[in-house]
């Protein structure tokens, strides 16, 4: 699957934000469980994702949001529900 421009984006900002290299960690890996991230620094990282996006999470589908491609399909779905309004 090659990596379209917000699951480009979406690694750059991890990336600056964990002082981390993802560039070759696999779009379905768990990033909670692969940083070893706690669940406040997992909720920072959303805040920060939704900051970046200027989207915002339903708060239903915020726990299934810890893979890379779990989080494009999220910053997708925000994204048209937000130009649905």
Do not use: H
Not at 32 to 60: H, M, P, T
Not at 66 to 80: N, T
Request: aromatic share 6%; net charge negative; with cysteine.
């Amino acid at each position: 699957m090659g990596e379209n421009s917000t699951e480009q984006k979406l690694r750059q900002i991890l990336s600056e934000y964990l002082k981390q290299d993802l560039t070759d960690v696999p779009g379905n890996e768990d990033l909670i469980d692969y940083l070893g991230l706690d669940s406040l620094s997992g909720l920072n990282l959303l805040a920060l994702v939704e900051k970046k996006f200027q989207v915002r999470f339903d708060d239903e589908i915020l726990w299934s949001l810890r893979s890379i491609e779990k989080l494009c399909d999220g910053i997708s779905l925000a994204q048209k529900q937000m130009s649905d309004l």
